[in-house]
């Protein structure tokens, strides 16, 4: 069984700043990919940034400059430092990670969700 465990979210107001993590829990072989997306009201999900194994990013266009994403290869977990926020950034977001688990199974995992309001 694998689980994604985010924690890190919360209230915030315009310009602050919030770090979101993610771990990965359970019978890991590996982990490749590692990533944000987040889903405001009334809206589709969208990829806020990804992380390869190998440390390669990329980046939405409305978060570049402002969120950073990096990865603890040996702690399982990827964290999302969010700078310079704004109330456009409102949205639940959701940890996503493409693993193999220890049976060879080919996985597409997601966290529950964490939300991150911003507003004064």
């Known amino acids: 069984q694998v689980q994604l465990v985010e924690s890190g979210g919360g209230l915030v107001q315009p310009g602050g700043s919030l770090r979101l993590s993610c771990a990965v829990i359970?019978?890991?072989?590996?982990?490749?990919?590692m990533g944000w997306y987040r889903q405001a009201p009334g809206k589709q999900r969208e990829l806020v940034a990804r992380?390869?194994?190998?440390?390669?990013?990329n980046y939405a266009d409305s978060v570049k400059g402002r969120f950073t994403i990096s990865r603890d290869n040996a702690k399982n977990t990827v964290y999302l430092q969010m700078n310079n926020l704004k109330p456009e950034d409102t949205a639940v977001y959701y940890c996503n990670a493409k693993i193999i688990s220890n049976s060879g199974t080919l996985r597409n995992d997601w966290g529950q969700g964490t939300q991150v309001t911003v507003s004064s």
């Open positions: 359970g019978s890991i072989f590996s982990i490749y990919d």
């Open positions: 992380i390869t194994s190998g440390g390669s990013t």
